[in-house]
């Protein structure tokens, strides 16, 4: 079967490999159909040490297929069946895992196509009770945003953030896969959004998801533009993954009791922090890794529901290059999905 392999640093490689044996006990096999790429597939996180990755790896940490061929002990699953697979590997059986807080695992295996092999494969074998199913209203491209994307995003909005309706929230990056499903997302729960974005075009594609005010980050001090727009008092909420080149103007942007959460530091991660202005304003901040397999119950019910996640560019597998260089790119806008 073919599988997207990564050897090196941005070294990725079309191959044929053996395919997986059948499915273990408590296991399925998954017929991959579609699978989003992410920047962890080419750079893993930046800024994080590689010591721990063993390579080649199979990369795609967010896919979706359907079920091949069902394990022994499984239940709830049927070949044919619809399905988007949990990013990690979990034990399922400390307090975490039992709890449903699955990204707070205790015994973690490793990220799929980051620790351990991921979905950019033909065929994969996955646990059962990491799968969730997926509707026949959502495509295999939109359901292949549904963990590291969606999901992701509605473990920073409702888990840390608990944004509320009618809140204002300031989303950074309106063109990252994250970003743009943030606006969507606060924009169905009746808030008012405040998007940032690095050029024109990505500015009125932010209009387009329904940003209600929009700032071009390389032209003017969002920060500037968060409190006039909330008569000097600041934001509710910022949705924050760029770091370092936004963090200072991020917290500068929020009201008195104001809530933060971040997931990224995609511009460095290292960044000066007025501690005075956290304890006055009493402000809160929330680290986000991942999400809870809840999360991402949650992300396909809304996309069934019609809140979609925003894709860019969707190409067969033997194109992968393109889908990758356009996501390497500055002009991207949403996801970039290789269909298989
Ligand atoms: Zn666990």
């Known amino acids: 079967m073919r599988a997207l392999r990564l050897h090196g640093d941005r070294d990725l490689r079309l191959e044929e490999v053996e395919p997986p044996p059948p499915p273990g006990p408590g ?21 994080m040490a590689f010591a721990q990755r063993q390579l080649p790896l199979t990369v795609g940490a967010e896919a979706s297929g359907e079920v091949v061929a069902v394990g022994e002990g499984v239940t709830g699953w049927a070949v044919g069946d619809r399905a988007t697979p949990y990013g990690a590997r979990t034990c399922g059986t400390c307090h975490a895992c039992t709890s449903g807080r699955d990204n707070l695992c205790e015994n973690v295996q490793g990220v799929a196509g980051f620790h351990v092999d991921g979905f950019a494969r033909e065929v994969a074998n996955w646990p059962a009770r990491t799968l969730v199913k997926v509707p026949g209203n959502v495509t295999f491209e939109d359901a292949a945003c549904s963990t590291v994307t ?21 989303v950074q990056a309106a063109g990252s896969g994250i970003g743009s499903v943030a606006i969507r997302v606060a924009k169905a729960l009746g808030c008012t ?56 103007a991020s917290l500068l ?11 990224g530091s995609t511009s460095g991660v290292s960044a000066d922090t007025n501690l005075m202005m956290i304890f006055q304003r009493q402000l809160h901040i929330f680290g986000s890794f991942g999400c809870r397999i809840e999360n991402v119950r949650n992300a396909v019910a809304k996309m069934s529901a019609g809140i979609r ?32």
């Open 150 to 170: 969606f999901g992701t995003v509605e473990h920073m909005l409702f888990d840390n953030a608990k944004l509320q309706p009618g809140e204002t929230i300031l």
């Open 253 to 263: 942007s929020l009201r008195m009791g104001g809530r933060l959460v971040t997931c």
């Open 309 to 340: 996640p925003v894709l860019d560019t969707v190409v067969p597998l033997e194109r992968f290059s393109e889908g990758l260089e356009r996501l390497e790119s500055r002009r991207v806008f949403g996801k970039i999905i290789v269909t298989l």
């Open 193 to 248: 959004v405040i998007a940032t974005a690095g050029d024109e075009e990505k500015c009125a594609k932010a209009k387009e998801l329904g940003a209600d005010h929009v700032v071009n980050y390389s032209e003017k001090n969002f920060s500037t533009v968060a409190r006039r727009v909330t008569d000097k008092r600041g934001v509710d909420v910022v949705f924050e993954h760029v770091g370092a080149a936004t963090w200072s």
């Open 27 to 47: 296991e399925v096999q998954l017929r991959v159909r579609a699978v989003s790429l992410n920047h962890i597939d080419v750079w893993g996180w930046r800024g």
